[in-house]
């Protein structure tokens, strides 16, 4: 733990110390209309260049809020007792519904995550949509198999992963000696659903957080308090 | 302009409710409407002078992207930290027997 707590130091002191040498960062702050934002970033939505260029550093502390949240979740509702009688909905047309559903929500969701930077949408409002059609599977199935299929241990680890991912995304522009935070990946074409640089994998990465985060969140309540 | 007025009222209802209300879950129903208050409000203001959205496969002149990308994230946070408030009642009723917050406060008085 020691030596995680020094890497931390070295690598945020590293971020801080190319921040304040490289000039080019206060050119990057604001563009100076629309089309200079999609020439900047690469995404032709700009709600996208924005929150994930110009804004990334404010979009990065917001997805360690929500960890945080999700964790604090997790851990005191761990203390609460366990409901004994979980009672799901066993009426057949309900269940073919929701595995229906789940299938539609998981592709629109991940759909808008991906193509967050030329259509409407982003990772944040994805993950919500693909999560939604997993909370429907929820109501119907008992809670061994909920924790059989959607095992709590090996989402925490795949979440801390996509964590650990996007900060590395962000500060890999460190080591090949640029500022941090900077769109390092070749833009391409603009409209296409390659370019954009680091913007649509960020994007998806953020989608793919957003729906364990909040698939935890359910599952935790449904386990401590039932489905209704 | 009645888009920032509707925002307004919004929020408004949110500050009522958790002013008014006794039980602590409808004051964080009510924080949760006065976040929805705050969401209107960064939207409308966007939309103030111009309605397209700023993807530019679309014809301009575009809303202001700013307020919008500042919002988009707020609306998943305020779903986590409004759980993890929840979590925070069901533990206040598990260890005190009640939600009322004049009852708590009481409580607090006679333990000082």
């Not at chain 1, 074409?189 to 364990?212: A, E």
């Not at chain 2, 949110?14 to 209300?21: F, H, L, P």
Request: with cysteine; glycine share 10%.
């Amino acid at each position: 733990m020691k030596n995680i707590r020094l890497i931390s130091v070295i690598l945020f002191g590293m971020f801080i110390v190319m921040l304040l040498i490289s000039a080019e960062t206060i050119s990057y702050i604001q563009p100076d209309n629309v089309t200079g934002a999609v020439k900047d970033t690469g995404a032709i939505n700009v709600i996208a260049a924005y929150y994930l260029g110009y804004r990334l550093f404010d979009t990065l502390f917001e997805i360690l809020v929500f960890t945080v949240a999700v964790q604090g979740v997790v851990h005191l509702l761990g203390h609460m007792p366990t409901l004994e009688q979980h009672k799901p909905m066993r009426e057949k047309a309900i269940i073919i519904y929701t595995d229906l559903i789940f299938g539609a929500s998981l592709i629109t969701g991940m759909y808008i995550a991906v193509a967050g930077h030329i259509s409407a949408g982003g990772g944040f409002v994805g993950g919500i949509v693909g999560a939604t059609g997993a909370v429907l599977v929820f109501l119907t199935m008992p809670m061994e198999d909920i924790e059989k299929e959607f095992n709590h241990t090996y989402m925490a680890i795949w979440e801390m992963c996509i964590l650990a991912t996007i900060f590395a995304l962000v500060l890999l522009p460190i080591f090949i000696g640029m500022y941090p935070m900077k769109n390092f990946l070749p833009l391409g074409t603009p409209g296409h659903i390659v370019s954009g640089g680091i913007i649509p994998i960020v994007d998806t990465l953020i989608g793919i957080k957003v729906l364990i985060g909040a698939v935890t969140i359910a599952q935790t309540f449904i386990k401590h308090r039932g489905v209704f | 302009m009645i888009y920032i007025a509707i925002a307004v009222v919004i929020f408004a209802i949110g500050g009522i409710g958790i002013i008014w209300k006794d039980n602590i879950l409808l004051k964080l129903l009510s924080l949760g409407i006065m976040n929805a208050g705050v969401v209107v409000l960064f939207v409308s203001i966007a939309g103030l002078k111009h309605r397209i959205p700023a993807i530019l496969n679309t014809n301009g002149p575009y809303a202001d992207p700013l307020p919008q990308a500042v919002i988009i994230t707020s609306i998943v946070i305020g779903f986590a930290t409004m759980s993890l408030a929840l979590v925070f009642t069901m533990l206040i009723s598990l260890k005190k027997g009640t939600l009322s917050s004049k009852k708590l406060q009481e409580d607090i008085d006679r333990e000082h």
